[in-house]
């Protein structure tokens, strides 16, 4: 299994980082992309994919949340970033008009900033959208022919979102979202319509804990062990046999990823 979206970096790893990928590799995860949120963030990520060659890999890009940081400076710096070999896409890029961390116009030039530094690369893009669908296909349709490929991670729309995203060729990552019974159920119904080729399967940890799982941790923390809960949580929706769905979900994060 590869764990397309894991935020490493975060201070809940910070105790047993190493720890975590130990877990992981028990836990039959072959890969993990580490995501980069920030500048500060995207280094950390690709100084520990460096130091782990072969099993994480890192993105770069700014998060919508911290768009508000970016400055003349930003782009300069995400780009050595992401000439580094452990780097294999821009992101995490996008939207996010749920929180507004940042201002709306300030996010959606950075979101443009780093298309146009991934078209440039020919680098695959890490996207992040929240409640702000519209503007985020404005922004990304007429660069979406200028990239070798791109992955709305988290997925939580509505079918029409779905299908927006599918008829621009898009990937779609799911997360243990799907496992809650209370948030996930429209999700739980609409796995089904994303390609096999289109899929691809993340934690985000250490957040969305699988609300399903039998035994959870007291810190609540997720972690890319969790991976293959969610694996077969999705495979049950999708009705498909688990291993077929990993083996399917892996290949496409390898090609995407290109490692």
Known sequence: MIDIGVNLTDRQFDEDRDQVIA?????????LILTGTNLAASQVAADYAASQPGFCYATAGIHPHDAKSFNAQSLSALRALALRTEVVAIGECGLDFNRDFSPRPQQEAVFEAQLALAAE???PV???CRDAHQRFMDILTPWREKLPAAVLHCFTGSEDELKDCL???LHI???GWICDERRGQELQQLVSLIPA????IETDSPYLLPRDLTVKPKSRRNEPAYLGHIAHRIAACRGENP???I???SATSRAFFRI
């Open 247 to 249: 083996a399917e979900t």
């Open 167 to 169: 008829a621009l060729n």
């Open 197 to 200: 080729n289109r899929l691809m």
């Open 121 to 123: 690369l020919q680098l």
């Open 126 to 128: 890490f996207m992040h």
């Open 23 to 31: 877990r992981a590799k028990t836990a039959d995860v072959s890969a």
């Open 243 to 245: 291993d077929q769905l």
């Open 173 to 175: 990552g799911i997360t």
